[in-house]
Antibody
Framework: EVQLLESGGGLIQPGGSLRLSCAAS????????MNWVRQAPGMGPEWLSS????????YYADSVRGRFTISRDNAKNSVYLEMNSLRAEDTAVYYC??????????WGQGTLVTVSS | DVVMTQSPLSLPVTLGQPASISCKSS???????????LNWFQQRPGQSPRRLIY???NRDSGVPDRFSGSGSGTDFTLKISRVEAEDVGVYYC?????????FGQGTRVEIK
């Protein structure tokens, strides 16, 4: 069974940094593209970033490019999202998702990030 | 960015009756590889999104056959042949043809 478990969310002040993690199990992690998607309260999902299976290619939404960095460690079956210069509008549930970004096959349960003073 | 427009935004349905959700994209979603990357997701209350349909009309494993997807180009539809109580939630279409990937605003399905 595919499992994606996000962690690292919490309350952070504006301008702060946070690192999210997603631990994957139940599939061969190293052959899959991985993604981060967020959902602000009461809103639809927003795709943020994708990383190829080897980690050689990364893609970002304009809203986070230059502030967020996606990375992965295939030895640890994990994908990460380093978030800097956080703003109030970054408040959302952050999900990791498996598969090509065009398809987003499976999603984790999410981790809540709240940016507030 | 490609804009995905869903209608209606709220859909009250009687149990056992059909339901239909429209999704229109601002550009054709036909990709150069011949596929159309239009997906449908269901988000039940308090849960994360779950993919139901990929590439217009392909049902995911475990998805009941009362769910079906259709369409082409810029116009797509998700149909539920007979709504059940477990179908309550918000449904999103998503395009994967262009960067950035974008979602519709969502359609809330509720029982009358």
């Amino acid at each position: 069974e595919v499992q994606l478990l996000e962690s690292g969310g919490g309350l952070i002040q504006p301008g702060g940094s946070l690192r999210l993690s997603c631990a994957a199990s139940g599939f061969t992690f190293s052959i899959y593209t991985m993604n981060w998607v967020r959902q602000a309260p009461g809103m639809g999902p927003e795709w943020l970033s994708s990383i190829s299976n080897t980690g050689s290619k990364m893609y970002y939404a304009d809203s986070v490019r230059g502030r967020f960095t996606i990375s992965r460690d295939n030895a640890k079956n994990s994908v990460y999202l380093e978030m800097n210069s956080l703003r109030a509008e970054d408040t959302a549930v952050y999900y990791c998702a498996r598969g090509p970004s065009a398809l987003l096959e499976d999603w984790g349960q999410g981790t809540l990030v709240t940016v507030s003073s | 960015d490609v804009v995905m427009t869903q209608s209606p935004l709220s859909l009250p349905v009687t149990l056992g009756q059909p339901a239909s959700i429209s999704c229109k994209s601002s550009q054709s979603l036909l990709y150069s590889d011949g596929d159309t990357y239009l997906n449908w997701f269901q988000q039940r209350p308090g849960q994360s999104p779950r993919r139901l349909i990929y590439k217009v009309s392909n049902r995911d494993s475990g998805v009941p056959d009362r769910f079906s997807g259709s369409g082409s180009g810029t116009d797509f539809t998700l149909k539920i042949s007979r709504v059940e109580a477990e179908d309550v939630g918000v449904y999103y279409c998503m395009q994967g043809t262009y960067w950035p990937r974008t979602f519709g605003q969502g359609t809330r399905v509720e029982i009358k």
